[in-house]
């Protein structure tokens, strides 16, 4: 997921910085405001630039919301790609990977919020370039779940890629309702619940339980 963001300074490693910072601040005024209640000067009033400076960066609202969704689908792909170079066996890579994403999705569960809320006001081109780099994210975990049955492990379905979806859109749960759960557990209680409940869903052993 991609598409080329012109900025107007040359050094690289400061357009990314800036850039970073940006995401941040755009993080929360869009949750304080919703996309359409920001303006670009009040992004740039919460990452510390001139409302001037920001145009440095992006051009416009839109590419900073753009900017948003790519750095959390790419933390989801990341977080996955991660345990594929950590682990070889097909069960190891597929319980850290549902692990891995919990993690990302609860530490960055205002990204997600924000996601889930905003990713309509994406202009269809950039919205097309998100679905299709989710679409990617979940064929890696479909590709995670093939690796486990071609390696003897059983699941409750046959169709992979309906497995891949569950197993990368349920545990989004954490942030989606942690308005509520946050009232009744804690962390660690509400993502071992969730963890436990994909996996006997699908009917994968748990850790300990053999495979």
């Given at each position: ?114 996601l889930y809320n905003e990713v309509h006001a994406l202009q269809k081109p950039d919205r097309k370039l998100v679905l299709k780099a989710v679409a990617r ?75």
């Amino acid at each position: 997921m991609q598409r080329a963001i012109n900025a107007q300074v040359q050094d690289t490693t400061r357009v990314i910085e800036t850039r970073e910072r940006i995401v941040r601040a755009a993080i929360a005024v869009f949750r304080r405001k919703g996309f359409h209640g920001a303006t670009t000067r009040c992004i740039a009033e919460e990452a510390g630039v001139t409302q001037s400076n920001i145009y440095n960066y992006v051009r416009s609202k839109d590419d900073i919301l753009y900017l948003v969704c790519e750095h959390l689908v790419g933390l989801y792909s990341a977080s996955v790609d991660g345990v594929m170079r950590e682990y070889v066996d097909p069960y190891a890579r597929l319980i850290n990977a549902l692990r891995g994403i919990m993690a990302v999705m609860f530490d960055h569960r205002d990204e997600l919020v924000l996601l889930y809320n905003e990713v309509h006001a994406l202009q269809k081109p950039d919205r097309k370039l998100v679905l299709k780099a989710v679409a990617r994210f979940i064929r890696q975990f479909q590709q995670l779940l093939d690796g486990y049955v071609a390696d003897g492990g059983r699941l409750r379905f046959s169709n992979t890629r309906i497995s891949a979806n569950l197993l990368s859109f349920v545990p989004a749960i954490v942030a989606l309702r942690w308005w509520d759960l946050s009232l009744y557990s804690d962390r660690e209680e509400a993502e071992q619940a969730i963890f436990e409940f994909i996996l006997a869903g699908l009917g994968i052993p748990g850790p300990g339980a053999g495979t």
